[in-house]
Structures are given as structure tokens and as C-alpha cells.
């Protein structure tokens, strides 16, 4: 079993470009989230998804936007990327709502 | 004021030398917590839930415990492959609520 998938695992944008960064989960799992790890911050909710089909706000979600493509995958969209979107993305999965997580390997972003 | 507080920021330990951590919250009602490990580069590893004071659970060398403001992560005897930073997170009950994660410990195990 692979887990937790991110695609990329590094990734240098300009400022004002757009990406996607892709997770998907084989472990057929409900509930899916995307975090943010920065220096000194810990690890900070952006957006998640309780079940196919739902999306919800987390602490941090301006600058960004999801699509819960389908049960396995559960992508992250930077519309115009800024220098403070500069961080290491985590995407995890849990079979329910905030129990037990599984997360990907990470993605680490860089906007210059 | 942060809702879940670590201590400390890093921590140096002798293999063998035991210890704990702190992991101090101030959420009004817990419905869970949660220990995590994360090694360099790679993703946080669940180790244990906690929901109730007075509970506890162990994994290999690591206890984790829990009281009405605060849970503890003991190590017994520690190895160098236990250097880690140690992740607390807690769920609060209240509604559709996230995690609210820590900031961590960072725990070094010479030999």
C-alpha cells in the first residue's frame, strides 16, 4: 500500500503563478486535509473534506482553493501564488472526521 | 493565547536517560488529543489518542498520559531512533471542530 501521495515533492513558483498540488490515498479513507508547516507555526489546517463531496474552511484557507476530485484524491490549488504561500504542504487522510491521520511524504513550496 | 502549548521547544537526552514531555492545552472541553511523531523531511506518524483524563497508553518506550489541562509523552530508556519532534494535537468538542496542533518538541538522543 502506498498511503498518502503527494505530487510534487518540491516546487519553485513566481510570484503570481498558479499551481495544483495533487494528494491521493489508497487506504479508502473518508475524511481528507490539507496542512501547512512553517517555522515556528506547527502544523496549520487549510481546508478538509469530511466526505466525498464536502469541503470546509480550516484556520488558514485565503490564497487557496480545493476539489474533492473523489474519494481517493483531494487537491490543493494556489489561483496566485505569494511569497508567504512559501511553506511544506501536507496533505493527510483518516478513515473518519479527526481520527487517526495519515500523511504524505509533503511538499515543499517555494515562491520566489 | 495558543489553545495547545509544548514543552520544551527541544530537548537533548542521553540514550538511556529518561524523560518526559508536556503538552498543555486550554480548550474548554477535549473530545480527543493526539500524539504524533514526525522525522526530518517526512510527514507526521500517529502514535496515540487520549480522551479521557486518567488514561493512558503505551507504544515500545513511549507512554503517553492524560489529565484535565495537560498530557504527558514519557520515554523510557531512549534510543537514538526515538529523535523525533513529537507532535501533541487536540480535537475540541464543540461542534464540527479541527485539530489544533502544537508546535512540537524536537527530542535528540545522543548515544
Known amino acids: 500500500n502506498a498511503g498518502v501521495t503527494q505530487t510534487p515533492k518540491f516546487q519553485v513558483l513566481k510570484t503570481g503563478q498558479s499551481m495544483t498540488l495533487q494528494c491521493a490515498q489508497d487506504?479508502?479513507?473518508?475524511?481528507m486535509y490539507w496542512y501547512r508547516q512553517d517555522p515556528g507555526m506547527g502544523l496549520r489546517l487549510i481546508y478538509y473534506?469530511?466526505?466525498?463531496?464536502?469541503?470546509d474552511k480550516g484556520e488558514v484557507p485565503n490564497g487557496y482553493n480545493v476539489s474533492r476530485l473523489n474519494k481517493r484524491e483531494f487537491s490543493l490549488r494556489l489561483e496566485s501564488a505569494a511569497p508567504s504561500q512559501t511553506s511544506v504542504y501536507f496533505c493527510?487522510?483518516?478513515?473518519?472526521?479527526?481520527?487517526?491521520?495519515?500523511f504524505g511524504q509533503g511538499t515543499r513550496l517555494t515562491v520566489v | 493565547e495558543d489553545q495547545v502549548t509544548q514543552s520544551p521547544e527541544a530537548l537533548r537526552l542521553q540514550e538511556g536517560e529518561s524523560s518526559s514531555l508536556n503538552c498543555s492545552y486550554t480548550?474548554?472541553?477535549?473530545?480527543?488529543l493526539f500524539w504524533y511523531r514526525q522525522d526530518p523531511g517526512k510527514g507526521p506518524e500517529f502514535l496515540f489518542t487520549?480522551?479521557?483524563a486518567g488514561e493512558e497508553k503505551e507504544k515500545e518506550r513511549l507512554k503517553a498520559t492524560l489529565t484535565k489541562k495537560e498530557s504527558f509523552l514519557h520515554i523510557t530508556a531512549p534510543k537514538p531512533e526515538d529523535s523525533a519532534t513529537y507532535l501533541c494535537?487536540?480535537?475540541?468538542?464543540?461542534?464540527?471542530?479541527?485539530?489544533?496542533f502544537g508546535k512540537g518538541t524536537m527530542l535528540l538522543v545522543s548515544p
Open positions: 473534506s469530511a466526505s466525498e463531496g464536502t469541503t
Open positions: 493527510a487522510s483518516s478513515e473518519y472526521r479527526n481520527t487517526e491521520a495519515f
Open positions: 487520549l480522551y479521557s
Open positions: 494535537a487536540v480535537e475540541e468538542n464543540s461542534g464540527y471542530s479541527t485539530l489544533t
Open positions: 487506504m479508502n479513507h473518508n475524511s
Open positions: 480548550v474548554s472541553g477535549l473530545r480527543g
